[in-house]
């Protein structure tokens, strides 16, 4: 599902005009971008939860030349799935 099919899937289950729609999750997206600059955690209880992680300097190796390469430190943006999620994609058979 990409972006205008998710927007007419909320609007219509919403009831509501798509441009709303669309102008909500383009906040949403504002938001959740703005709260990981700040470092802060955002949680929609059951959904999902959205946090900035670190990831430590390492030391890896070139796959190519087997060369070792110091790899610097960074910020990763850490998305958990909530519970009603989790249960959702448990409650789809393994083929």
């Known amino acids: 599902m990409n972006k205008s099919e998710l927007v007419s899937a909320i ?3 919403a009831d509501v005009p798509s441009a709303t ?3 909500v999750l383009n906040g949403l997206q504002e938001e959740l971008v703005e709260a ?5 955690k955002v949680a929609v209880p059951g959904l999902i939860t959205v946090e900035r992680g670190q990831r430590s300097a390492r ?3 070139n796959p190519q030349t087997g060369e070792s390469i110091e ?3 960074a910020h990763t943006a850490k998305v958990t799935a909530g519970s ?3 249960k959702a994609a448990a409650a789809v058979p393994v083929n």
């Open 59 to 61: 030391t890896g190796r």
């Open 36 to 40: 990981i600059t700040r470092g802060d």
């Open 84 to 86: 009603n999620l989790k």
């Open 21 to 23: 729609v669309d102008q």
């Open 71 to 73: 790899i610097a430190a």
């Open 11 to 13: 609007a219509k289950r």
